[in-house]
């Protein structure tokens, strides 16, 4: 069965530094989001893309935040100038179309921000 | 109060019982969607109900959903230890491309 994948399971970084965070969706999806959950807290949602621009986004994702479709399978959640807040895990989703259809979450990446 | 709240937000029960678990939203949607999530893993889809939907099955699951209370339901039954883990309930509001999800229900099933 066709599943999203996310790299690393894990990071720790140092505040002030960037990550990259890295998604694989399911092939044939159109639709891709991230979220992020912090320890404890409810899923929250950060941003979705379609059609190689960003289609929605939350008040979270603000200008330390960016996503990229750079080739045909890799989504990537970039944070510029990490801060501790930014600790939780992030998980990736994608969907086949908007409305009505299943998103399909990977496994996260847990950042760890010192 | 935030869309999509379930109760019990803790729930224990003997293994082999039924667990209920419940939601409650604000606003319109287009359909509901129910995830486990065991401890610090990922989210795992269960099921999707439409909003033109009132019930629906899937193996162990019953899932209703009644759009005139805005409220949803998620019957697991004769329950087994690895049903253990936490389960949100997750809207997609009309007009809206996001989910929002719940702050969960910790379901542990006792052997």
């Known amino acids: 069965e066709p599943e999203v994948t996310q790299t690393p399971s894990h990071q720790v970084t140092q505040m002030g530094q960037e990550v990259i965070l890295r998604c694989v969706p399911i092939?044939?999806?159109?639709?891709f989001y991230w979220y992020r959950q912090i320890l404890g807290q409810k899923v929250e949602f950060l941003v979705s893309?379609?059609?190689?621009?960003?289609?929605?986004k939350s008040e979270i994702f603000d200008d330390q935040f960016s996503v990229e479709r750079p080739d045909g399978s890799n989504f990537t959640l970039k944070i510029r100038s990490t801060k501790l807040e930014d600790s939780a895990m992030y998980f990736c989703?994608?969907?086949?179309?908007?409305?009505?259809?299943?998103?399909?979450f990977g496994p996260g990446t847990r950042l760890l921000v010192l | 109060s935030q869309q999509g709240e379930e109760d019990p937000q803790a729930l224990s029960i003997q293994e082999g019982e039924n667990a209920t678990m419940n939601c409650s939203y604000k606003?319109?949607?287009?359909?509901l969607q129910w995830y486990r999530q065991n401890s610090g893993r990922g989210l795992v889809h269960l099921i999707l109900?439409?909003?033109?939907?009132r019930e629906k099955h899937s193996g162990r699951l019953r899932v209703t959903l009644d759009t005139s209370k805005k409220s949803s339901s998620l019957l697991i039954t004769a329950s087994r230890a690895a049903d253990t883990a936490s389960y949100f309930c997750?809207?997609?509001?009309?007009?809206?491309?996001?989910?929002?999800f719940g702050q969960g229900t910790r379901l542990t099933i006792n052997p």
């Open positions: 989703a994608s969907s086949a179309s908007r409305g009505q259809e299943t998103q399909y």
């Open positions: 092939s044939n999806h159109l639709y």
């Open positions: 893309f379609y059609n190689n621009e960003i289609s929605e």
């Open positions: 606003t319109s949607i287009n359909n």
């Open positions: 109900i439409r909003s033109n939907e």
């Open positions: 997750a809207t997609d509001a009309i007009g809206a491309q996001k989910l929002v």
